[in-house]
């Protein structure tokens, strides 16, 4: 289907001819996501996001209001990304209008003395550390890496990552925001709809982000994010990041009062004690069970490739070969990161002393190995600024995540084995990569500081070829087919599939409603159909927006 020339010609006259295209070149760029969702890749199938009718790049909050106006007169869907980090940011379905927001790439204020920054939707996590800490400030950086939006991922995702220990979670960080709404209305929430500022997004009156975020955000389904406030935390570092090396073994070289340690455990109990031990006690500045994402049997041997820029993927084999590898390979089955950054000195010696009394407790211990300098100075990098996701995809070019256990430490330690187990016997028979079944990477921490981890088994494939995609489909099936019989419920490999189908499509309503039916709490997204028919009567947004009929 292709625009109206009247309309297009309207919406030109909104953001002028050079911000505007449905050249079906420009138009295929935008059919292509390289994250979760990687399945769509390939040549196999007819498997890329639906080509939408015209991208418009808007450069302010009133242009985006102007042309939601419109597409509400003509009842044409829009759908607004800021940097695309899965094929949920892309249209969903046909007669839609994609609208590319990284003109609105603004830091409009950092207010250092009550720690907030405020900012538009094309502002990436890298950016708006760079500024927070040359004024001693910190801001939280998504799992998915520092080169994606902070607005989506405080309004409209996930927002889950290392700093969520120190930090707090992107839905914590979240204060006002100026939300233009399906209708075209604008709203601007808490104190910023009472002249007050954007120092508070809960009130004076009702709060609104439930309303506005939904489960796990509404994916740009719900109108667009034009600007929101950010809560920023203590920067206890120098002003700019003093970072060496060349690709990939970029590190950097703080002060004494950062360390960066791997930890590991004689057992999951053990573990999970740990994991409690640290909240209790409030050390801790990042905590993550990061380099698990190259998998329990690969990942030492991927730290030595990606810490030696004079050694590759076709190293691998060879390393696994090295008996010291597989030393640190076994010692650190159990295992997760953890950065400490004290305040001032003593508070430094306090949080090492308590550390070493907690592994003392549980019969852990620092794994030396990532101690060395030139490892030590990478994880560090690593997981401060998270500027290495590329690695994400290194071995075959696509991943997704599988299972997702989110709940208390004691939860996912339960389960991890049998889980890692489960995968384990699948990458045997040469779908995805075999990485040594678990591959469970996540968070040390949840809201507040504590309370949760999450465990996302990557799973890494090859979207090129035919067989590894349908087997790694085949395998997504059994895992939610294993989620369900144990109890688990639906995991991520599910919640993902809302982008694609069997097809790789977007699946259709019936079987996204067996997915919502699996729920824990189906009545979560009977609610959401409610607040849909509400705020989005001609039903502009996308698919993406989880809902459930009556």
């Known amino acids: 289907m292709t625009l109206a020339r009247n309309v297009y010609k309207a919406l030109e006259d909104i953001v002028g001819p050079e911000n505007i295209s449905d050249d079906p070149a420009v138009l295929d760029s935008y059919r292509y996501s390289l994250a979760h969702t990687a399945i769509h890749i390939g040549p196999y199938y007819d498997t890329f996001t639906p080509r939408g009718e015209a991208v418009l790049l808007p450069g302010s909050t009133e ?11 003509y009842k044409i869907k829009f759908k607004a990304s800021s940097t695309f980090w899965s094929a949920q940011g892309y249209p969903s379905g046909e007669n839609t209008i994609q609208l590319d927001m990284r003109r609105m790439d603004r830091i409009l204020e950092i207010d250092e003395k009550n720690m907030f920054a ?19 400030l910190n801001t939280h950086l998504p799992g998915s890496g520092c080169s994606c939006s902070i607005l989506a991922g405080a309004t409209s995702y996930f927002g889950s990552g290392p700093s969520n220990l120190y930090g707090g979670w992107h839905y914590d960080n979240l204060l006002a925001l100026e939300w233009v709404m399906p209708t075209g209305e604008i709203l601007r929430t808490g104190s910023l709809g009472a002249g007050c500022g954007w120092f508070c997004g809960e009130g004076p009156g009702p709060s609104m982000k439930g309303v506005a975020r939904g489960f796990l955000g509404a994916k740009g389904a ?16 120098p002003q700019t990041l003093p970072v060496e090396g060349t690709i990939p073994a970029y590190r950097v070289s703080l002060p004494d009062n950062f360390k960066a340690y791997t930890v590991a455990f004689p057992s999951w109990r053990a573990w999970a004690d740990a994991a409690h031990m640290i909240w209790d006690a409030g050390i801790g500045y990042l905590a ?7 998998g329990r049997d690969l990942k030492f041997a991927m730290i030595k490739i ?4 004079t050694k590759t993927l076709g190293d691998l084999e060879e390393l696994l070969e090295d008996p010291e590898v597989q030393k640190v390979t076994q010692e650190s089955m159990r295992d997760f990161q953890i950065v400490l950054a004290g305040m ?10 308590v550390l070493d009394e907690i592994l003392r407790r549980t019969g852990g211990w620092k794994v030396e190995a990532m101690n060395e300098p030139e490892i030590h100075d990478w994880a560090l990098l690593y997981l401060i600024r998270l500027g290495h996701k590329n690695l994400n995809l290194v071995y075959a070019g696509g991943y997704d ?7 208390a430490p004691d939860y996912g330690t339960t389960y991890v084995e049998e889980a890692a187990e489960f995968k384990r016997e699948w990458e045997k028979r040469g779908a995805i990569v075999e990485a040594g079944g678990d591959c469970m990477m996540g968070p040390i921490g949840g809201q507040g500081g504590g309370g949760t981890c999450l465990w996302e088994n990557f799973t890494c494939f090859d979207p090129h070829d035919k067989d590894s995609v349908e087997g790694t489909l085949e395998f997504f099936d059994a895992c939610t087919e294993l989620g369900l019989k144990r109890g688990w419920g639906v995991g991520m490999e599910k919640w993902n599939a809302a982008a694609r189908g069997p097809d790789g499509r977007t699946p259709p309503k019936e079987e996204r409603d067996r997915i919502h039916l699996a729920a824990p709490q189906p009545s979560v997204f009977r609610y959401q159909h409610r607040v849909k028919e509400a ?14 009929e009556d």
Do not use: S
Not at 118 to 136: S, Y
């Open 63 to 73: 242009e985006v209001q102007a042309i939601v106006k419109l597409c509400n007169k």
């Open 118 to 136: 405020v900012i538009e939707p094309g502002v990436i996590g890298a950016t708006l550390q760079a500024e927070a800490m040359k004024l001693g």
């Open 222 to 237: 719900m109108g667009v994010f034009t600007k929101c406030a950010i809560k920023l935390f203590a920067w206890p570092g």
């Open 288 to 294: 993550h069970r990061q380099f698990n994402m190259f």
């Open 306 to 309: 990606l810490t030696d820029p």
């Open 344 to 353: 001032t000195r003593r508070d430094m010696a306090w949080q090492e002393k």
């Open 401 to 407: 995540g599988c299972f997702g256990f989110l709940g």
């Open 535 to 548: 705020l989005n009567p001609n039903d502009l947004g996308d698919a993406y927006y989880e809902t459930l």
